[in-house]
Structure formats: structure tokens, C-alpha cells
């Protein structure tokens, strides 16, 4: 089964609860999510001015996003189990490092959106803003905290519209459907989507995650990354930066597929496409009432 993106991350949630139609068997899903995983675009050949990776990237996760997905029944049989067993895994929490991070984009409503990255004089390559959480810390704040004093550009939480199975709270359930204009959809795949606990609505939430080995201590390291914008301005203030971040970071705007082109691991630029490709699909009437969520 010949499914290409290297968006599977995001969608860890759907694949270990929600089949594809063409799937038949947990073991085909297993199969179809190591095909997905083992594309590489391999290496960045470094900024072209043309925005051709950033295209090719987000018609890979648009062939994810439209994919045909259900609710698959399970019974508990002792194979449900196994399979569960399998593939699951735990960590100590010394063992694991959460970091959170943002994709930040100016002008995010209009066709000249520009995407906020670092070059860190530590590792020599154009990365996305990120780092750990503080103890007690939510992962948004840390998201836009790290941002910040990795930039020095103050930013605040950019509402886009994308699928999620986060879900709505039971107490208002409907009015907070209707403020984040949840979009229910007529045809059978939105129908699907819906029963199978995917909503389609306005929102703030992680909407993206990845996750690799940390080279330095072999923790693994988890990654949320959140949607921003810049809250005053887009010019970086050093006195907003982390003492150590000023000494090491210098934060730049670029294209959006100029940013795509210049960040040196595909995760992030997976990221920056799929926020790109959300910030596409808003109406103006949707970037007028994002703007006022805020």
C-alpha cells in the first residue's frame, strides 16, 4: 500500500486508535505506518528562493489529511492485547526530556508569511525555537517562553484551523464547538471523522509532535510544537533573551519556503509546512475571529 508523508507524527494519536479503510488487520497497519516512516527527503540542499521542498512537503501531509479514517471496533481479544503489548513502550522520567516549541509566523494571514528560526552557533545549522520545560510549567507557556528567549521576539498563541482529537470540555460542550466554529462536514469521510472522535475547528492546542533521541544525554526528547505569532513587533529585543541563548542564538525571518528550505532536520520542516498549509486553508472571516480569541 503506497502511502508517501513524512507527517506521521502529528497523527500518532489517529493511527493507534483509528484504521484506515483500506486496512484490514492491525499487522497492515503496522506495514503501512513503517512505509510512511522510511521516506527521507534527504539533505537539504540549502535555500533556492523557489519554495519547491516546502510544496512538495505539504502535498505529502495533504495525502495524510484527506486519508479515509474510521473507528476501528475493537473487541479485547487476547490478539488486541498483544498487538498493545507490542507496541507499546515507557519511560522513566529521567529518561525522557519534554520540549516545547513553536512554528511563528508573521503575517500568517496573507500570501507573504514570514517564519521565525535561529541559527544556533553551537550546532551550525537554522532550527525552530524550542527547549525543555520548567517544572510545573504548561506546555504552551513553555512553547512561547522558550520562543522568546531563544528570539527575543515576544509572540502569543496563533489559532489555526486543523483536525484534532483533542476533545471539548462536557460542560458547554456546544458553546465552546460553536466559539472555536467547529466544522461538522456532509460527506461520509467528515461523517467518519466525526463518530471516530476527529474534530475540525479553530485552535491553539499542539498540532504537531515529534520526538528523536537526544545526542547529548540519550534521553529521548518529545517535542510539542504550537502555532504563534509576534505579540508587539518582529524585531528581536537581546534583553528578552536567556543569557546564554543571546550568546550562542541569532533569530532571523525568513519565507516561509525560504525557512523550509534553510532548517537542517525534516521534522521541522514538516512542522513549518503543515502550519503553512493550515494558515492557507482560513477564510478571512476565520483570521478576523482568530484574531479576536485572543
Known amino acids: 500500500m503506497a502511502i508517501e508523508s513524512a507527517i506521521l507524527t502529528e497523527y500518532a494519536a489517529v493511527i493507534s486508535t483509528g484504521y484506515p479503510m483500506e486496512s484490514k488487520s492491525p499487522r497492515a497497519e503496522t506495514e503501512r505506518i513503517t512505509l510512511a516512516n522510511s521516506i527521507n527527503y534527504g539533505p537539504c540542499s540549502g535555500p533556492d528562493g523557489t519554495g519547491k521542498l516546502l510544496a512538495q512537503i505539504k502535498a505529502r501531509a495533504i495525502t495524510l489529511l484527506n486519508g479515509t479514517w474510521h473507528k476501528r471496533q475493537v473487541r479485547w481479544v487476547q490478539n488486541d492485547w498483544d498487538v498493545l503489548e507490542g507496541q507499546s513502550k515507557g519511560y522513566n522520567t529521567h529518561a525522557l526530556m519534554i520540549s516545547c516549541g513553536t512554528v511563528t509566523i508573521d503575517r500568517a494571514a496573507f500570501g507573504d508569511r514570514r517564519v521565525l528560526l535561529i541559527w544556533n552557533k553551537n550546532t551550525k545549522a537554522w532550527q525552530l525555537p524550542k527547549g525543555r520545560k520548567n517544572v510545573h510549567e504548561d506546555l504552551a507557556a513553555a512553547a512561547f517562553r522558550e520562543t522568546t528567549e531563544e528570539t527575543g521576539v515576544a509572540v502569543r498563541p496563533l489559532y489555526l484551523r486543523f483536525r484534532t482529537r483533542f476533545t471539548l470540555p462536557d460542560d458547554g460542550q456546544e458553546g465552546v464547538a460553536k466559539k472555536l466554529r467547529q466544522r461538522l462536514g456532509d460527506s461520509l469521510n467528515d461523517r467518519r471523522l466525526n463518530e471516530s472522535g476527529i474534530a475540525n475547528l479553530l485552535n491553539k492546542d499542539t498540532f504537531y509532535f515529534s520526538q528523536y533521541p537526544d545526542p547529548a544525554t540519550g534521553a529521548m526528547r518529545h517535542i510539542y510544537w504550537y502555532a504563534a505569532r509576534p505579540e508587539r513587533g518582529t524585531v528581536s529585543d537581546v534583553t528578552l533573551m536567556g543569557k546564554e541563548d543571546a550568546q550562542v542564538m541569532r533569530a532571523q525571518w525568513f519565507p516561509a519556503g525560504e525557512a523550509v528550505d534553510r532548517l537542517k532536520m ?21 483570521w478576523r475571529y482568530s484574531f479576536d480569541l485572543e
Open 266 to 286: 525534516s521534522v521541522e520542516r514538516d512542522a513549518v509546512a503543515l502550519a503553512v498549509h493550515y494558515a492557507e486553508q482560513m477564510t478571512d472571516e476565520e
